[in-house]
C-alpha cells in the first residue's frame, strides 16, 4: 500500500483511509452516491445481460444503470449494444426485453427507425429536415463496448478501459475451468432492497455472518465453522465417521432448498445416494472420502445426462475456487459442486438498490427449458424467496437504518475475513478519484479476490 494515500484521494469525500474502517457515509450520502455516478459506472464493465435472455436474432434487452439506458442485441454480426435513445428527440427507443427482427426500432413519437444493428433506416418527410442533421454518422445508434465472458454480456461506456478478461484477472480462468460460460438460468429473482447498492453486495462478502444470520447452516457444518462453535469457542463437533458424512450431506441439502443454484436438486440427488457407502473410521478421513466420491458422481451423472460436465475433482485441485467469486463492481458468481448461483446489484437512489438472483446450472445441449424473460420480482421480505437470501436480506434494511441512528462513524472490518469489502471499496475510491484505466483494471483483479479475502495491497 502507497506510504501516504491521502494526496492521491485529495477531492474524494468519505474516501478510505484506514482500510479497516470503512465512513458510514459512503452508504447514505447523496453527494458520494452522485460522484460515484460520474466517475465509477461510466467507467466499468457492468454484466448488462446473459446471453440466453436474447438466444433469437433481434433478440433485444434493456440494460439501464442509473440514467443511462443500452440496448443490448442478437444481430447476424452478434451481439451488439447501443446507447437507448433516438436520435431525432432522445425518446427511449426499447423499453424492456422484445424482438426487432421484423420491425426494427421504431421511436413512438415521430416514427424514425432502426435495423438491430443500428442503422438507421427510415426518417420520416425527410425533405423537411437539414440534410446535414441527417448524416448517417450522426443518426445511426451510436454503439457502446459490449464484450462476452460467462454466458454474459458485459458493457462498458469507457473507450479507454482494458479489455473486460483482463479487467477482470485470475478469477476468469478459475471458473472457466467449471464451464461457467455452459450455465443456463433455472430461475432468476428481483427484488429492490431499502439499502446502498454496496451495503447490499456487502452481506454476501464474507462467511462471518453465515453464524448468526443463517444458524441452519452453520449448525450442519460437521467441523465447526471458522473453527469455532456458535458461541465463538474453538471446540471440534464429537461425531462419528457416518455421522459427519451424514451432516455434510444435510448441510448440501439444506443449501440446496435454502439457495437452490448453488447447489442444484440433481447434486443433492446425487449425494444422498452416498449416505451409506463405506467409510474409514476416522470422522475426517471419512469427509475426505465422501467428498471424493460426491465429486466423482456428480461428474458422472452430469456426463450421463449429457450436460457439459467438467471433472469436477480434478478442476477443484488444478482450479481451487472461492464459495463466492466477485467480479467489480457489481457481479457475483457462487459455484460449489457444478451448478452456481449469480447475484447483479445495481444502484437506483442512495439507499435502494436492485438486486437480481439466478439459479445457474449445466443443462444438457438441446434440453427444453423455458428461459425467463425476465426476473420474477419479489418484495425482499417475501415468503417466496430461498430461505437463504431472504435471512440475509432481513439484516439488511436494519443496518441501512443503523448507519443513521448516531454515532456510526465506519463499518469495523475483520482484517483477515472481511478484507473483500476494504479491498473493492477502496477500488471505488481509485474510481473516485480519476486514476489511469491501467491502474484501476490491475487493482480490480486484485479486488475481484473472492470470499473471505484479506486486506489486500491494491497497488495504489
Ligand atoms: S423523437 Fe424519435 S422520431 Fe422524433
Ligand atoms: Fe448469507
Not at 357 to 367: C, D, F, K, N, Y
Request: aromatic share 10%; net charge negative; proline share 7%.
Amino acid at each position: 500500500m502507497a506510504d501516504n494515500p491521502a494526496p492521491a484521494l485529495a477531492g474524494v469525500p468519505y474516501a478510505v483511509t484506514d482500510p479497516e474502517l470503512i465512513p458510514a457515509e459512503r452508504y447514505h450520502d447523496a453527494a458520494f452516491f452522485e460522484l460515484e455516478r460520474r466517475r465509477l459506472w461510466p467507467r466499468v464493465w457492468q454484466m448488462a445481460c446473459r446471453l440466453e435472455e436474447i438466444p433469437n436474432l433481434g433478440d433485444y434487452v434493456e440494460y439501464t444503470i442509473l440514467e443511462k439506458s443500452v440496448i443490448v442485441v442478437n444481430t447476424k454480426a452478434g451481439v451488439k449494444a447501443f446507447h437507448n435513445a433516438c436520435r431525432h428527440r432522445g425518446v427511449r427507443l426499447a423499453t424492456g426485453p422484445g424482438n426487432c427482427a421484423k420491425t426494427g426500432f421504431i421511436c413512438p413519437f415521430h416514427g424514425w427507425r432502426w435495423n438491430a444493428e443500428g442503422t438507421c433506416t427510415f426518417v420520416f418527410g425527410k425533405e423537411i429536415f437539414n440534410p446535414a442533421l441527417l448524416d448517417p454518422a450522426e443518426i445511426d445508434l451510436p454503439p457502446v463496448r459490449v464484450e462476452f465472458w460467462a454466458g454474459c454480456a458485459f458493457i462498458n461506456f469507457d473507450d479507454q478501459a482494458p479489455g473486460l478478461l483482463e479487467t477482470l484477472g485470475p478469477v476468469v480462468e478459475t471458473l472457466n475451468a467449471r464451464n461457467v460460460d455452459k450455465l443456463k438460468m433455472d430461475w432468476w429473482y428481483g427484488t429492490v432492497l431499502p439499502t446502498n447498492w454496496k451495503l447490499a453486495m456487502e452481506a454476501f462478502m464474507e462467511g462471518y455472518h453465515v453464524m448468526r444470520t443463517h444458524p441452519q447452516l452453520f449448525d450442519l457444518l460437521p467441523v465447526a465453522g471458522y473453527g469455532m462453535d456458535a458461541d465463538g469457542e474453538k471446540s471440534a463437533r464429537q461425531l462419528d465417521a457416518r455421522q459427519t458424512v451424514g451432516l455434510m450431506i444435510d448441510f448440501y441439502a439444506r443449501l440446496s432448498s435454502g439457495m437452490a443454484g448453488m447447489v442444484h436438486e440433481t447434486e443433492v440427488a446425487v449425494l444422498e445416494g452416498l449416505r451409506d457407502m463405506d467409510l474409514p473410521e476416522d470422522p475426517m478421513a471419512a469427509l475426505g472420502a465422501f467428498m471424493a466420491r460426491a465429486q466423482a458422481a456428480v461428474t458422472a451423472d452430469g456426463h450421463a445426462r449429457g450436460a457439459p460436465m467438467f471433472d469436477v475433482a480434478a478442476v477443484n485441485q488444478s482450479h481451487p475456487f472461492h464459495d463466492v467469486e466477485f467480479m467489480f463492481p457489481h457481479f457475483f458468481l457462487l459455484p460449489s459442486f457444478a451448478a452456481m448461483s449469480a447475484y447483479r446489484v445495481r444502484p437506483l437512489t442512495p439507499e435502494t438498490c436492485l438486486f437480481e438472483i439466478w439459479s445457474l446450472v449445466l443443462r444438457p445441449e438441446g434440453e427444453a427449458d423455458d428461459t425467463p424473460k425476465a426476473p420474477t420480482m419479489l418484495a425482499y421480505d417475501s415468503p417466496e424467496f430461498p430461505e437463504i437470501p431472504m435471512q440475509d436480506y432481513s439484516n439488511l434494511p436494519l443496518q441501512q437504518l443503523g448507519l443513521h441512528a448516531g454515532q456510526f462513524r465506519h463499518m469495523r472490518l475483520s482484517r483477515e475475513q472481511e478484507g473483500m469489502i476494504s479491498n473493492y471499496q477502496r477500488l471505488i475510491d481509485g474510481f473516485l478519484a480519476g486514476r489511469d484505466a491501467a491502474t484501476l483494471a490491475k487493482a480490480t483483479a486484485i479486488a475481484n479476490s473472492g470470499y473471505n479475502a484479506p486486506i489486500l495491497d491494491l497497488g495504489f
